[in-house]
């Protein structure tokens, strides 16, 4: 969920992921929006079913999301629900949370750990200058120089590599500047955070070096994001990409010996990295050809001293060890179905062909832990798999071999097998693990698309409704003319009529509602009326005092009992007149409640 500006709740969109027929590939499709104040376990989970409405939940067979614990928390629940409501239904399948999520957090959190401090340093490159001609004048005159730094974003940080180089490139320019400014009258030193911040990076004999490291990290991981950042079905390389990825960074910085025990991704997976005896020492760490030419300048020059490299090494050991311990931890190589789901990939199939056949087995067997497919039909699917693999081997290597992932695997293996009747049920369970998603891309530019769509004043279901009609023409495989029919042109036609049904609807239904509140009030007022009742009573007590008093006055002949029977008289009467006045008023409520 992210916060809509316009509407002021938080905006969760849900996306289906589907086999689509007629394409003969996985689609994804936006299906509804909800709207939250409160976004807790339970909130989401009351609006996520609102949102299923009338969809068949036994089709159902994951839900994707990003790793929050509200969201973790949402997830147990509705799986707890799920199987009480019907414990026949399938269980869901886990492969942990958005893995393009993990990546970027991981890498922050690694950055962060150093204490460097890049984030701050890389904002105040970029407020410096903006918004200030003055400063950025004086800048252009002193250094020659008219590249400005670029803009930090900081909720991607693996996005900000081009930030970072721009800032290499302008750091000369920006160390003239500092230091011309400082050595001047203290009247054109800028009294703010932004210049406090590059004094003290300038002042750093290492400033470049930490972030030339910054920029080799994220190029390592960049790669992974834009591979996946895509809705073509890429699960089944996700655990190939993590275990390349793991692999590059724990060689730089752990045991050869150690990493030589890891041959597959699982044992890979495993490895302390937070350990000191599989660390190799601060000076052995891989730092990159860039690094080490900047480290070997600032000592030669005399800036750094051997302490002070030792120290940046150490401080490069922490980055990598907290980064590999986070992706460790919550990547999706955790999970055995995503390393058992490249038995789908063509290249592995290929080139590890008994590997494959053994990791199709492992994931028959989550299938049917899962209650998605039956022992029976998973004998049948190995089997025909095994077929697969044999033929594979024998005809189609060389293709195989050069699969390229950015070419639809569904498509791909539909060419294959789709249409294939000996191979029908290894298909069916393809299909339904090809829907499998990888992560949030999806969802995540769905928010993009608000920004195209969404206008002041306006209402949720107006924002849904342009959601509907943005993602239909987004899907539209041909030209948007094909898709225009005669019933489509009607419907336009007709929409504003449609559009003041629908306000008349509710406009009486608002009405009926009214009404039927008012009714329920004057039956309350009716119910709770019990002054007549009071009145009555106390008529019937005077009536009777008076008379008893008259009586004893004629009796003893005392004036003054007569003339207080006579006073109790004329209460009664002022009370008779209170009870008619009573009655006209029920009257009038019993009449008003027959006109309602």
């Not at 300038?202 to 834009?226: C, E, M, S, Y």
């Not at 969404?454 to 342009?466: A, G, H, V």
Request: aromatic content about 8%.
């Amino acid at each position: 969920e992210s916060l809509n500006k316009v509407l002021q709740m938080e905006q969760m969109d849900l996306i289906v992921r589907f086999w689509d027929k007629e394409k003969n590939k996985v689609s994804s499709r936006y299906l509804n929006s909800q709207f939250l104040g409160h976004t807790r376990a339970a909130d989401l989970l009351q609006k996520f079913s609102e949102a299923l409405g009338k969809l068949n939940l036994a089709n159902l067979i994951q839900v994707s999301m990003d790793g929050p614990n509200a969201n973790w928390k949402f997830f147990d629940s509705f799986c707890s629900d799920r199987a009480q409501t019907d414990p026949d239904l399938p269980h869901l399948i886990n492969v942990g949370s958005c893995g393009l999520h993990v990546v970027h957090g991981a890498f922050k959190y690694g950055v962060t750990a150093t204490g460097w401090k890049l984030d701050s340093l890389l904002r105040s490159l970029y407020y410096m200058f903006s918004d200030s001609p003055a400063r950025r004048e004086e800048y252009e005159t002193l250094t020659g120089s008219s590249i400005w730094p670029l803009s930090f974003c900081g909720t991607r940080w693996l996005e900000d590599v081009p930030v970072a180089e721009r800032a290499l490139l302008v750091w000369p320019h920006i160390e003239k500047y500092v230091r011309t400014t400082l050595s001047g009258p203290k009247s054109k030193i800028a009294v703010n955070r932004s210049f406090h911040n590059l004094k003290e990076h300038v002042l750093d004999p290492l400033g470049t070096a930490k972030l030339q490291f910054f920029i080799t990290i994220a190029k390592v991981l960049t790669p992974f994001l834009k591979k996946f950042q895509s809705e073509e079905p890429m699960l089944p390389f996700m655990a190939e990409e993590l275990y390349t990825i793991l692999w590059t960074l724990l060689e730089k910085f752990i045991n050869k010996s150690v990493l030589d025990e890891a041959t597959t991704a699982a044992k890979l997976s495993k490895i302390d990295v937070l350990k000191k005896e599989n660390i190799l020492s601060p000076k052995k760490v891989d730092v990159g050809f860039a690094c080490k030419i900047l480290l070997q300048e600032a000592q030669t020059k005399k800036k750094a001293s051997p302490l002070q490299v030792l120290e940046f090494q150490n401080e490069c050991v922490v980055l990598l060890q907290k980064l590999t311990n986070k992706l460790l931890e919550r990547c999706p190589l955790q999970y055995a179905i995503v390393r058992q789901l490249t038995c789908m990939d063509p290249r592995y199939m290929a080139k590890n062909p008994d590997s494959a056949i053994s990791k199709c087995s492992g994931l028959l067997q989550q299938l049917i832990s899962k209650k998605l497919e039956s022992p029976d039909s998973c004998d049948n699917i190995l089997q025909q798999y095994k077929a697969f693999i044999t033929e594979v081997q024998k005809y189609h290597k060389d293709e195989f071999v050069a699969y390229n992932s950015e070419q639809g695997l569904d498509s791909f293996l539909y060419g294959c097998i789709g249409e294939k009747t000996e191979y029908s049920k290894l298909w069916e369970a393809f299909k339904m693990l090809l829907i499998l998603s990888h992560g949030q891309s999806c969802v995540e530019r769905g928010f993009s698309d608000n920004k195209d769509i969404l206008s002041n004043n306006m209402q949720d279901e107006t924002l849904i409704s342009y959601r509907i009609s943005y993602d239909g023409i987004k899907n539209q495989d041909g030209p948007i003319e094909d898709s225009v029919t005669k019933e489509l042109l009607v419907s336009c036609r007709h929409a504003h009529a449609r559009y003041q049904s629908c306000l008349n609807q509710k406009k009486k239904t608002e009405e009926a509602s009214q009404k039927e509140k008012r009714k329920k009030e004057v039956q309350e007022e009716l119910q709770s009326s019990r002054k007549k009742e009071r009145l009555e009573k106390m008529v019937q007590e005077l009536t009777k005092e008076a008379d008893e008093l008259a009586t004893e006055a004629e009796t003893k002949h005392k004036m003054d009992l007569l003339v207080k029977s006579n006073a109790l008289r004329s209460k009664s009467r002022e009370k008779c007149k209170e009870m008619e006045h009573e009655e006209k008023n029920i009257d009038g409520l019993q009449k008003k409640l027959k006109l309602m």
